[in-house]
Nanobody, 127 residues
């Protein structure tokens, strides 16, 4: 079992930055971490993922060049640095843990692939 807790959301003006954190506890060794977001009335969508080693990352086209995911294995924490935020980035952001090793963008981008989820944190970008 893994337990994930996100933090770092908030209200920011367009062009600003936020850093989300995802603290993991329990059995997370070898897990891939993913970031998803869900805006009101929309489906949950993939944002980014990072492998257990931290050496492999994948990003959605909509956030490439603006968002960066990283991790601190010693702290069992993953991060999502979000720069140049836009109003369309407004959503509840979730971190998730995938209990297998995969490099498939199709697998990593599908929320149904993930085994554990955090509670979510609200990010609101004003124009």
């Amino acid at each position: 079992q893994a337990h994930l807790v996100e933090s770092g959301g908030g209200l920011v003006q367009a062009g600003g930055s936020l850093r989300l954190s995802c603290a993991a506890s329990g059995r997370t060794f070898g897990y891939t971490m993913g970031w998803f977001r869900q805006a009101p009335g929309k489906e949950r969508e993939f944002v980014a993922s990072i492998s257990w080693s931290g050496g492999n990352t994948i990003y959605a086209d909509s956030v490439k060049g603006r968002f960066t995911t990283s991790k601190d294995k010693a702290k069992s924490t993953a991060y999502l640095q979000m720069n140049n935020l836009r109003p369309e980035d407004t959503a509840v952001y979730y971190c998730a843990a995938l209990a297998i090793t995969s490099s498939s963008a199709q697998v990593l981008g599908n929320p149904k692939s993930y085994n554990y989820w955090g509670q979510g944190t609200q990010v609101t970008v004003s124009s």
